[in-house]
């Protein structure tokens, strides 16, 4: 896994996004779930995890396949940026967990996401969610052209 820039706003959280969507291109293609990446990248810019939807599992999310790769006790979360290529899922049918409230149960403090749900399979709330919980929030929709793209067949 390639260090990158220090997560930070503006090109470098471009460059972690771009990411997301290459590990997307990864995912066992599906005709009833998003294909997505997620990258947990530390303050320095190593990167802590990496995951894409249906890596290790049929019924994984990409945020937990990129958590799963990451030590919950290391310091580094706490400094941490969380990137993922759609917004974290706040309810979902296969696990109990939704991926906005595995991410509440790090310390990871920020999260940024290129593309917003669409209400295809849920309504999801996870952005909302995760601010309500004190964590920092990053939406970049100047960067979803790329994951609609990976997700064209879904939308029809
Ligand atoms: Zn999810």
Redesign the pocket.
């Known amino acids: 896994m390639t260090p990158g820039p220090p997560p930070a706003a503006g090109g470098a959280d471009a460059h972690w996004l771009l990411r997301t969507v290459e590990l997307s291109r990864s995912c066992p293609p599906s005709a009833t779930a998003f294909s997505v990446g997620c990258v947990v990248v530390a303050g320095d810019g190593t990167v802590l995890g990496e995951g894409y939807s249906r890596r290790d599992d049929p019924r994984d999310?990409a945020?937990e396949a990129a958590l799963r790769g990451t030590d919950p006790g290391d310091p580094r979360l706490r400094g941490a940026t969380l990137y993922s290529s759609l917004e974290?899922?706040s309810s979902?049918a296969s696990r109990p967990t939704?991926?906005s409230a595995l991410i509440l149960t790090t310390p990871i403090p920020r999260v940024v996401f290129a593309w917003r749900e669409p209400a295809l399979f849920v309504d999801c709330d996870g952005a909302e969610r995760l601010r309500a919980a004190g964590r920092t929030v990053v939406e970049r929709p100047d960067l979803a052209q790329g994951v609609r793209e990976v997700n064209a067949h879904l939308l029809g």
């Open positions: 999310h945020e974290p899922c979902r939704a991926c």
